[in-house]
Antibody
Framework: EVQLVESGGGLVQPGGSLRLSCGAS????????MSWVRQAPGKGLEWVSV???????YYADSVKGRFTISRDNSKNTVSLQMNSLRTEDTAVYYC???????????WGQGTLVTVSS | NFMLTQPHSVSESPGKTVTISCTGS????????VQWFQQRPGSAPTTVIY?????PSGVPDRFSGSIDSSSNSASLTISGLKTEDEADYYC?????????FGGGTKLTVL
């Protein structure tokens, strides 16, 4: 059974930084693909970033240059480094994973990031 | 930029069938796989349909997905509606390297 567990959310001031992590079980991060999807309070889902098994990374325009996705194969985790945070980055961040060549996505329970002074 | 458009809300009675549409703004929606996610209040999303019409294990066959190239739309159909189906539903696809979500549809079962 695939399980994804996010951590690292919290309250941060505008302009600050935060690092989210996602631990995977029943699933090998390095040989599949992982993504981050966020949901602002009362709003819909918004894709943030993805890292593929070959290491390619992609970002939504709204976070490009501020967020960095990475993975630690030894720990079987994926991370999202978030810099220059803005109030509009406030959201629940979900870790999402799928087996390579499949779009059957597995979702974590999410971690709340609040950007406020 | 590629967009997916869904109705804001739909409602239907228990036992009936409902269809939620997801219309692509450009290109051919059939060319890239469409997924559907269910999100109950206070919970994380779960996948109910992937790759246009595939169901993950554990998802009842009351849920089905289809593509209509003539209207450039994908559809999620739920038959034999149950009160537990009341949730927000999102379609998702991709455009080159970017993932795209529809705005979501609130399904009310009353």
């Amino acid at each position: 059974e695939v399980q994804l567990v996010e951590s690292g959310g919290g309250l941060v001031q505008p302009g600050g930084s935060l690092r989210l992590s996602c631990g995977a079980s029943g699933f090998t991060v390095s040989s599949n693909y992982m993504s981050w999807v966020r949901q602002a309070p009362g709003k819909g889902l918004e894709w943030v970033s993805v890292i593929y098994s070959g290491g390619s990374t992609y970002y939504a325009d709204s976070v490009k240059g501020r967020f960095t996705i990475s993975r630690d194969n030894s720990k079987n985790t994926v991370s999202l480094q978030m810099n220059s945070l803005r109030t509009e980055d406030t959201a629940v961040y979900y870790c999402v994973g799928a087996y390579s060549s499949s779009w059957n996505l597995y979702w974590g329970q999410g971690t709340l990031v609040t950007v406020s002074s | 930029n590629f967009m997916l458009t869904q109705p804001h809300s739909v409602s239907e009675s228990p036992g009936k069938t409902v269809t939620i549409s997801c219309t692509g703004s450009s290109g051919s929606i059939a060319s890239n796989y469409v997924q559907w996610f269910q999100q109950r209040p206070g919970s994380a999303p779960t996948t109910v349909i992937y790759e246009h019409n595939q169901r993950p294990s554990g998802v009842p066959d009351r849920f089905s997905g289809s593509i209509d190239s003539s209207s450039n739309s994908a559809s999620l159909t739920i038959s034999g509606l149950k009160t537990e189906d009341e949730a927000d539903y999102y379609c998702q696809s991709y455009d080159s390297s970017n993932w795209v979500f529809g705005g979501g549809t609130k399904l009310t079962v009353l």
